[in-house]
């Protein structure tokens, strides 16, 4: 059994959704593990990690849209030491989780036709993410 991981840093352009399928895939064919698990942990509190819809962007449109309606922006809340947005980020991330396990099957991962791997920025302004990745198989 072998293992593998590293920190891959992402730039967002603020709120929406980024994919980084393609990073992933390039550093796990670079690993040279054929069959195992792959793990991402989004190490931030208003970011999180999804796998999603890749080829019609108005999914990602209406995910975001209807995050805004469950987690609206207001004065409402007691934390808002970073601005009006803080705490709904907060929401947002606990709502579609920081984490992925992914099966690596035949040294790719195991997504489906239409799936993709997207960080998740809930925050209004850019911000640079990290996300720690682990990679154990043979």
């Given at each position: 059994m072998r293992q593998a991981s590293t920190i891959l840093t992402i730039d967002t352009p603020g709120r929406g959704f980024t994919e980084i399928t393609r990073a992933m895939a390039e550093w796990l064919a670079g690993e040279g593990?054929?069959?195992?698990?792959?793990?991402?942990?989004?190490?931030?509190?208003s970011a999180s990690l999804l796998i999603q819809e890749n080829a019609a962007r108005e999914v990602r449109v209406?995910?975001?849209?209807?995050?805004?309606?469950?987690?609206p922006e207001g004065a409402h809340y007691l934390h808002d030491d970073e601005g009006p947005d803080d705490m709904p980020a907060h929401l947002k991330a606990t709502l579609t989780g920081v984490n992925l396990q992914i099966p690596v099957i035949g040294g790719r991962m195991a997504l489906g036709t239409w799936q993709g791997l997207?960080?998740?920025?809930h925050r209004r302004r850019p911000h640079r993410r990290e996300i720690a990745v682990h990679l154990i198989g043979e």
């Open positions: 593990i054929g069959e195992g698990l792959l793990t991402l942990l989004c190490r931030h509190t209406d995910l975001a849209q209807w995050l805004d309606r469950l987690a997207y960080l998740a920025e």
